[in-house]
């Protein structure tokens, strides 16, 4: 793609100027093409300084997606290394599943800078505008359907640890697999299993990051928060992708290695709400108790007055005691 290739050029020379003239030879395109990617770039948020004596030098990066700047951050060895970047996608898990069905490979990633039909778990809805990381993996990694749900928690334990890595924030995870930052829903995540796990085993793993937006994005009744509110800045989008699959392909990796209790220990250490009093909600029916931890695959162990039980997502909704947020 002659952007990329201009891209690349620019970037091989950060702070100079190079010519229209060497670039127009270099990529054998005409001035005016050249000029006219440089204003897309431009309008996809690069700063580019452009003078009629000397050319063209690249000032900054863009902070919005873009597959190019994603490729040059990426340190994965499968997750990301094919990138599906779409400006609008109705749900980056639907396309991703597609994609799958139709032989996508293992760590095929894909991207929208707006979902007009974001997807929550249990056709719950999930507010998408602009500035967001709305973001789809697909995997087919050496587990069993049985351990399959165990990828949620990997992916949760991996969200907290790339925002500590680059913001150093300490974000909570709330059981099941929310993330929150004082009590606000900053993130959320959805697994789907595609198609006959026993066939192919293949699951998408969405991703939403509330980050470069205020909070008035989203709709008044929400318990969200974004990293802009909390920062105070925009973040590069293309970073925070690329240090997020960084920290899955390590817990995918470490599960595939059978690290289960490893994980259940890594989840723990970040969860909010563990030791407190809270309410478990299945329908109708409310179970008081201690949140005393998780079991292997990811099941809520709640110590009440008749004994432990165990509750696992999906069929229940937790409740603090305490916090009004929970
Ligand atoms: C989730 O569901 O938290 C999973 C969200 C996964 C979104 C990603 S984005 C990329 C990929 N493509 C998709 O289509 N989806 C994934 P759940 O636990 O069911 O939470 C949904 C609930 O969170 C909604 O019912 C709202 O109450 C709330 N919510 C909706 N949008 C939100 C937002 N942007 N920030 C915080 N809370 C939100």
Redesign the pocket.
Known sequence: MVRHDILQLLAAHPEEFVSGERISQQLNVTRAAIWKQIKALKEEGFEIEGQTKNGYRLLKMSLSLNEWALQQTLSTTSLGRTIYLEDE??????R?KELARRGGVHGLTVL?RY?S??????Q??????RG?????VVLRPDLSLADASKLTLATSVAIVDALKELFQLRIGIKW???LVYNG???????GEVVGEWNTVQTLIL?????ANFPRGC??E??????LYEILGYKVDLNSLAAVILKYLEKELISLEGRAFERLRLSWLERADGLGEEVRILRGEQVFQGIFKGITIDGALLLETEDGEKSFSAGEVQLRSKIRKYF
């Open positions: 996608l109705s749900s980056t898990n639907i991703a929208a979902q039909g974001g997807q929550g778990r249990l719950r809805q999930w507010e998408s505008p967001g990381l709305w973001m789809s099941p697999n929310d606000q829903k900053l993130a959320g995540i959805l969405g991703m939403g990051i509330n989203l709709s009744p929400l318990n969200a928060t974004t």
